[in-house]
């Protein structure tokens, strides 16, 4: 039987500490995901969704965007995938009443946690700040008319089209996604921010320059036909778990794995596969060498690598420099400054450890790095990244099968939304096609990015933000400043299906419009619709929902975007509004004809499994760049430099969360349990800092502008960390990532190189 919610908000700050795991997976795995579905849906439900999910004729998994292979597994899913399912089509209800005994003040004191438990919402609601009697405010229903015509008001209101945002969080559908970008630009903005500009858009920016296309060149048979991966600043057994499957059978057939990373992780050492007896019990060992880099010391490696993958004789593919690539000549001179003493101080690495990495780079011939966080979250994350491409061009492993390069997506379709046209910086061809298809007038200036979007309310130069799901305040940096920038909107709207804590911060006027999930059926007039997805490898492919939805009065996200549209925009739109809302295949059919690659989709994608877009550089080893070929890149070496006395500090998941879903108390394969309010120092750092396993500290962030960011009353974990740096989860420590610190020229926030002092509790 399905449990309650949990009432009181459990205490966050009394973590216990084990010692931590040494494998992922196995039966603990089952046995926790079991636990979590039975409390969310019940058993009978549990079996219907989890025996639906990634299946070929299924829905979609709302988590990462791990692809899945051709052939399925019976339970083709992972712990954390069936808590993101349980999550979503949990039988938990958020109604009305619900909110008649919770008003603003009180949602706002509870953690996101709390909030994400109480289940999913039933019908549209409306706050208007100020307007109760004593301040009391809270959400009130609202009719969907009405819910429409306020975002008509506000957005017609506007002096400038450019005062309004549309955010679009990864979950939302390609269909969605290409409608909510055609209404943003006939609207007259380019104000897209989405989920991306804070995690892989450091890669979009740096493939696009080096290879032409910012997306993942390898599919699941790439990974599967390596003999060298580079696991680099990522966590898989969290983040990605059936990545592991894949890492699994590589090692069965031979490969070799590296993996990168300050932290050491169950994931990357051991995988106990619960999909066979011997996997399950023995496990495979995965990682063959740990290289525990200081945090941000990523370019120096791969830098001082390719200087010795070009000094050694008869490393390079030559022939590929020669025929596909420009530059080479700039990284060799670059290279030859790259030194010794240099990169083992911004590495935190040995000499012996770089030239044991360094023999199996050259013992192998088709290498694949994947990536994630740990290199697009820092400062020089695209210096960084192109530094990673560099690395394989040298050894033509780009466009070779079982090589190339793997930026590993962590929301299901923030690569398709991306490619649907979500994006401040869209490129002129796009609007000229989306034009030519609709007769409209894209705007051509750049619009927001997510960090830009914050400057701009907080400046007062945006007035309303339309969410497209997501939590725009948990996700975002420097949360005082958030969410005192949100609090100065006009209105603030957000397409949702759970509660989360940009639900307690709002604007003078705040609209949460609840909307199917991928595991509920969605009925249109032209009768069962499905929608698509990208993942991410470039796969395209159908999600069905199969449960009837979780209220009578939710909308769709194709349909939220169509009635918004005819409301803002009205009879001056020529655009089929109704029609798209009636029938997703004229939507797609659209998107065949702006989208490259999309030629004929309504019959490619009702294939079982879909079908892969292109990618020049994986099919033909033609690179889209400016230069016409693959760019090798020599920008300087960078890496954090941290005063004494002080620790870098790297925010991250949990296990038992994603995103900034708080799917649990726990971070068992770190032997955290039942708190989140932990630090993680190395025992060394800590006995020099004065700070005892146990102990309590604030977390105090160090910036450019003076302003000191506290994170109040932490417990210290003594955890073996690199040297000088430092772990926490979010959202709780994204008040101690500045605005303005990030990424060069992809404007990601710099979440994971944070420079922290600590004071007494
Ligand atoms: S690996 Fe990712 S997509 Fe696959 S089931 Fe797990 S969370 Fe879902």
Same mark, same amino acid.
Request: aromatic share 6%.
């Given at each position: 039987?399905?449990?309650?919610?949990?009432?009181?908000?459990?205490?966050?700050?009394?973590?216990?500490?084990?010692?931590?795991?040494?494998?992922?997976?196995?039966?603990?795995?089952?046995?926790?995901?079991?636990?979590?579905?039975?409390?969310?849906?019940?058993?009978?439900?549990?079996?219907?969704?989890?025996?639906?999910?990634?299946?070929?004729?299924?829905?979609?998994?709302p988590g990462c965007a791990w692809p899945e !292979? /051709?052939? #399925?597994?019976?339970?083709?899913?992972? %712990?954390?995938?069936?808590?993101?399912? =349980? &999550? +979503?089509? $949990?039988?938990?209800?958020?109604?009305?009443?619900?909110?008649?005994?919770?008003?603003?003040?009180?949602?706002?004191?509870?953690?996101?946690?709390?909030?994400?438990?109480?289940?999913?919402?039933?019908?549209?609601?409306?706050?208007?700040?100020?307007?109760?009697?004593? !301040? /009391?405010? #809270?959400?009130?229903?609202?009719?969907? %008319?009405?819910?429409?015509?306020?975002? =008509? &008001? +506000?957005? $017609?209101?506007?002096?400038?089209?450019?005062?309004?945002?549309?955010?679009?969080?990864?979950?939302?559908?390609?269909?969605?996604?290409?409608?909510?970008?055609?209404?943003?630009?006939?609207?007259?903005?380019?104000?897209?921010?989405?989920?991306?500009?804070?995690?892989?858009?450091?890669?979009?920016?740096?493939?696009?320059?080096?290879?032409?296309?910012?997306?993942?060149?390898?599919?699941?048979?790439?990974?599967?036909?390596?003999?060298?991966?580079?696991?680099?600043?990522?966590?898989?057994?969290?983040?990605?778990?059936?990545?592991?499957?894949?890492?699994?059978?590589?090692?069965?057939?031979?490969?070799?794995?590296?993996?990168?990373?300050?932290?050491?992780?169950?994931?990357?050492?051991?995988?106990?596969?619960?999909?066979?007896?011997?996997?399950?019990?023995?496990?495979?060992?995965?990682?063959?060498?740990?290289?525990?880099?200081?945090?941000?010391?990523?370019?120096?490696?791969?830098?001082?690598?390719?200087?010795?993958?070009?000094?050694?004789?008869?490393?390079?593919?030559?022939?590929?420099?020669?025929?596909?690539?420009?530059?080479?000549?700039?990284?060799?001179?670059?290279?030859?400054?790259?030194?010794?003493?240099?990169?083992?101080?911004?590495?935190?690495?040995?000499?012996?450890?770089?030239?044991?990495?360094?023999?199996?780079?050259?013992?192998?011939?088709?290498?694949?790095?994947?990536?994630?966080?740990?290199?697009?979250?820092?400062?020089?994350?695209?210096?960084?990244?192109?530094?990673?491409?560099?690395?394989?061009?040298?050894?033509?492993?780009?466009?070779?099968?079982?090589?190339?390069?793997?930026?590993?997506?962590?929301?299901?379709?923030?690569?398709?939304?991306?490619?649907?046209?979500?994006?401040?910086?869209?490129?002129?061809?796009?609007?000229?096609?989306?034009?030519?298809?609709?007769?409209?007038?894209?705007?051509?200036?750049?619009?927001?990015?997510?960090?830009?979007?914050?400057?701009?309310?907080?400046?007062?130069?945006?007035?309303?933000?339309?969410?497209?799901?997501?939590?725009?305040?948990?996700?975002?940096?420097?949360?005082?400043?958030?969410?005192?920038?949100?609090?100065?909107?006009?209105?603030?709207?957000?397409?949702?299906?759970?509660?989360?804590r940009s639900h307690a911060v709002t604007g003078?006027?705040?609209?949460?419009?609840?909307?199917?999930?991928?595991?509920?059926?969605?009925?249109?007039?032209?009768?069962?619709?499905?929608?698509?997805?990208?993942?991410?490898?470039?796969?395209?492919?159908?999600?069905?929902?199969?449960?009837?939805?979780?209220?009578?009065?939710?909308?769709?996200?194709?349909?939220?975007?169509?009635?918004?549209?005819?409301?803002?925009?009205?009879?001056?739109?020529?655009?089929?509004?109704?029609?798209?809302?009636?029938?997703?295949?004229?939507?797609?059919?659209?998107?065949?004809?702006?989208?490259?690659?999309?030629?004929?989709?309504?019959?490619?994608?009702?294939?079982?499994?879909?079908?892969?877009?292109?990618?020049?550089?994986?099919?033909?080893?033609?690179?889209?760049?400016?230069?016409?070929?693959?760019?090798?890149?020599?920008?300087?070496?960078?890496?954090?430099?941290?005063?004494?006395?002080?620790?870098?500090?790297?925010?991250?998941?949990?296990?038992?969360?994603?995103?900034?879903?708080?799917?649990?108390?726990?971070?068992?394969?770190?032997?955290?349990?039942?708190?989140?309010?932990?630090?993680?120092?190395?025992?060394?750092?800590?006995?020099?800092?004065?700070?005892?396993?146990?102990?309590?500290?604030?977390?105090?962030?160090?910036?450019?502008?003076?302003?000191?960011?506290?994170?109040?009353?932490?417990?210290?974990?003594?955890?073996?960390?690199?040297?000088?740096?430092?772990?926490?989860?979010?959202?709780?420590?994204?008040?101690?990532?500045?605005?303005?610190?990030?990424?060069?020229?992809?404007?990601?926030?710099?979440?994971?190189?944070?420079?922290?002092?600590?004071?007494?509790?």
């Open positions: 039987m399905a449990t309650k919610p949990p009432t009181g908000d459990p205490i966050q700050d009394a973590p216990q500490v084990t010692p931590p795991k040494h494998a992922a997976a196995g039966l603990p795995a089952i046995g926790h995901t079991l636990r979590i579905a039975q409390q969310q849906m019940g058993v009978a439900r549990t079996a219907r969704t989890l025996l639906k999910v990634n299946q070929k004729d299924g829905f979609d998994c !292979g /051709d052939k #399925r597994h019976t339970a083709e899913f992972c %712990e954390n995938g069936a808590k993101a399912v =349980a &999550e +979503e089509a $949990t039988l938990r209800r958020v109604t009305p009443e619900f909110f008649a005994a919770h008003p603003l003040a009180d949602l706002a004191t509870r953690s996101g946690y709390w909030l994400g438990q109480q289940g999913r919402i039933t019908e549209p609601m409306l706050l208007e700040r100020g307007a109760a009697p004593g !301040g /009391d405010d #809270r959400y009130e229903p609202v009719s969907w %008319e009405k819910a429409f015509e306020v975002i =008509a &008001e +506000e957005l $017609t209101a506007l002096d400038s089209p450019d005062e309004a945002l549309f955010y679009t969080s990864g979950r939302t559908s390609n269909e969605a996604a290409f409608l909510f970008q055609l209404f943003a630009r006939e609207f007259g903005t380019n104000n897209l921010p989405d989920c991306s500009n804070m995690c892989h858009e450091s890669s979009g920016s740096a493939l696009t320059e080096t290879i032409g296309i910012g997306k993942g060149s390898v599919s699941l048979e790439d990974l599967h036909r390596a003999d060298l991966i580079i696991v680099a600043g990522q966590n898989p057994g969290t983040n990605h778990p059936r990545m592991l499957s894949a890492l699994e059978k590589a090692k069965t057939a031979g490969a070799r794995i590296i993996s990168v990373n300050p932290l050491p992780e169950a994931g990357t050492e051991r995988f106990k596969n619960p999909q066979t007896p011997i996997g399950m019990f023995r496990g495979t060992a995965l990682t063959d060498l740990f290289l525990q880099i200081r945090i941000g010391g990523d370019q120096a490696l791969f830098r001082l690598l390719n200087k010795l993958v070009i000094e050694t004789d008869g490393a390079t593919d030559e022939a590929f420099i020669r025929e596909h690539t420009h530059g080479y000549e700039d990284l060799v001179a670059a290279a030859k400054e790259a030194d010794w003493e240099e990169t083992l101080t911004a590495t935190g690495l040995t000499r012996p450890e770089i030239e044991q990495a360094l023999a199996m780079v050259l013992a192998s011939e088709r290498t694949i790095v994947c990536w994630a966080m740990g290199l697009t979250q820092h400062k020089h994350a695209v210096a960084t990244i192109r530094e990673v491409v560099n690395l394989l061009l040298l050894r033509g492993n780009i466009g070779r099968p079982g090589a190339g390069v793997c930026p590993v997506r962590g929301h299901s379709n923030v690569q398709g939304d991306r490619t649907m046209g979500i994006f401040e910086r869209p490129a002129p061809a796009f609007l000229d096609a989306l034009d030519r298809e609709f007769g409209i007038t894209s705007p051509r200036g750049h619009g927001y990015d997510v960090v830009r979007s914050i400057q701009a309310l907080r400046d007062g130069r945006a007035k309303v933000l339309f969410a497209m799901g997501g939590n725009f305040v948990g996700a975002t940096p420097d949360t005082e400043v958030t969410e005192a920038a949100i609090r100065k909107a006009a209105l603030t709207v957000h397409v949702s299906t759970k509660l989360n003078r006027r705040a609209l949460i419009l609840p909307t199917l999930g991928r595991t509920d059926k969605d009925v249109q007039q032209s009768g069962k619709q499905f929608v698509t997805v990208e993942d991410s490898m470039g796969m395209v492919h159908a999600s069905r929902g199969n449960l009837a939805p979780a209220s009578p009065h939710l909308l769709s996200e194709p349909a939220i975007v169509a009635r918004m549209a005819r409301a803002v925009l009205g009879t001056a739109s020529a655009t089929p509004w109704e029609e798209f809302e009636r029938d997703y295949a004229s939507i797609r059919e659209r998107i065949s004809r702006v989208i490259p690659g999309f030629e004929d989709f309504n019959a490619r994608v009702a294939r079982p499994g879909g079908f892969q877009l292109p990618h020049a550089p994986r099919d033909e080893r033609r690179f889209p760049t400016k230069t016409g070929k693959a760019n090798f890149t020599a920008a300087p070496v960078e890496y954090p430099r941290v005063p004494a006395g002080r620790l870098l500090l790297q925010t991250l998941r949990s296990h038992d969360q994603y995103n900034t879903t708080i799917y649990g108390l726990d971070d068992r394969y770190r032997g955290i349990t039942g708190g989140r309010r932990v630090v993680m120092v190395n025992p060394a750092d800590a006995a020099e800092l004065g700070l005892a396993d146990g102990s309590y500290t604030d977390l105090v962030s160090e910036w450019t502008d003076g302003v000191e960011r506290r994170a109040p009353g932490f417990r210290v974990v003594h955890y073996p960390t690199a040297r000088g740096c430092a772990a926490a989860y979010y959202p709780e420590t994204n008040v101690l990532v500045p605005l303005d610190s990030t990424a060069d020229v992809s404007n990601t926030p710099a979440s994971k190189s944070v420079v922290v002092r600590f004071e007494p509790a």
